[in-house]
């Protein structure tokens, strides 16, 4: 009795142990695979390409704040720089890089890449190139900017009203329609304000070259220049405005730390929106080829913060244009506008067309320089 007692026990403990497995396997069914963890999807790469140093303080900081924006606002995208490509054919040669590596979007954020980025957009169809200040488009290149004109004539009238010898002085960097145009708006805001003004203007040829944008400041001081303006990179000739108690109107980015003594004001770019509302464009396949040249309206452009020096009734005149060129109901090319010889390039109440603009090639009444063809 004793064994049949036990087999029985040995027996129910069996069928225990077999119920249990036909719970933990679901009735006898075999046990599914562990399912993999999805993967994670790729970030889109995006590329820029600066002419200068990210640490310029100038047009290449702020372009670099804009894809640091970029960034920030869009997590599924992954982007890359390359700094100091000269304009020339290393750029081909990083443009093409960056579209091997696969690089969706690219921005190149200089005037002089402009024929690069036609050549290379030819061999990747699939790549989309956005190409700063330019004028060439294909089916996978557009071209973008902003109407810092606007901003420029604005700085133009803390300048006009700032200045007492009546002559301000502005470094240029190449005789390209864009400085041009920046150089005639900021004379014609000027000259708003104060008949009199004079602006003098001396060509650097460069974009950023510290030493020699400060020395050419420097002659326009030793000239009778008692406020600097420019179209450079550096803060360097605002460094040589403050070091002879002068003042100065700065350009790209806020320069104020670099002369707080010095510094007025000056016009900046905010290119973060535009590159979010770009990439979101091509990414969603509504994107096509076109020129954008973009207002103060849109905020791609703007007057940076006021130096303590600024007077309140100069801060109130600016805000009232700011209001006017903002709603549309004026601009800064609107006639009566003259060129240096006196004669009258735009008619009274007539305005420049954006393709007359974008083809400045002279300069307006009160400006003392040339323009090397």
């Not at 605002?238 to 010095?262: H, L, T, W």
Request: glycine share 8%.
């Amino acid at each position: 009795m004793k064994k049949q007692g036990k087999r029985k026990i040995g027996i129910l403990l069996l069928a225990m142990v077999m119920i249990a497995a036909l719970l933990v396997t679901g009735c006898g069914k075999s046990p599914a695979p562990a399912e993999k963890a999805p993967a994670k999807a790729d970030k889109v790469k995006v590329a820029f390409v600066y002419v200068g140093p990210v640490g310029d303080a100038g047009w290449s900081t702020a372009h670099d704040q804009g894809r640091k924006y970029l960034e920030k606002e869009m997590p599924n995208v992954e982007t890359t720089y390359v700094e100091s490509v000269p304009e020339g054919a290393d750029a081909e040669r990083v443009l093409t890089e960056l579209a091997m590596k696969g690089n969706k979007i690219i921005f190149a954020t200089s005037f002089g890449y402009m024929d690069y980025v036609q050549k290379v957009a030819q061999k990747f169809p699939d790549v989309t190139f956005l190409h700063c200040s330019g004028f060439k488009t294909a089916n996978n290149v557009g071209t973008y900017f902003g109407r810092m004109y606007q901003a420029r004539y604005l700085s133009g009238i803390a300048a006009g009203k700032q200045t007492q010898s009546n002559t301000i002085g502005y470094v240029a960097a190449f005789p390209i329609p864009e400085v041009i145009r920046g150089i005639n708006a900021f004379t014609l805001g000027a000259q708003s304000v104060n008949p009199d003004v004079k602006v003098k203007v001396v060509w650097s040829n460069t974009w950023y070259n510290p030493a020699t944008e400060k020395d050419a400041a420097k002659s326009l001081l030793d000239a009778g220049a008692d406020v600097i303006a420019m179209h450079q990179d550096t803060p360097a000739p605002m460094q040589a405005a403050e070091e002879k108690g002068k003042f100065a109107v700065s350009y790209n980015s806020d320069m104020r730390s670099f002369a707080p003594k010095a510094v007025l004001t000056g016009p900046v770019w905010n290119w973060g929106p535009y590159y979010v509302k770009t990439v979101k464009a091509v990414l969603d396949k509504s994107w096509k080829s076109e020129q954008y040249w973009g207002s103060m309206a849109e905020n791609i452009v703007d007057l940076g913060p006021y130096g303590p020096m600024v007077a309140e009734d100069t801060k109130t005149l600016i805000a009232k244009k700011k209001d006017e060129i903002s709603k549309g109901s004026w601009d800064v090319f609107t006639g009566p506008i003259k060129d240096q010889q006196g004669s009258v390039k735009v008619e009274s109440g007539q305005k420049m067309s954006d393709k007359d603009m974008l083809e400045f090639n002279w300069f307006v009444q009160g400006v003392e320089g040339t323009i090397a063809k």
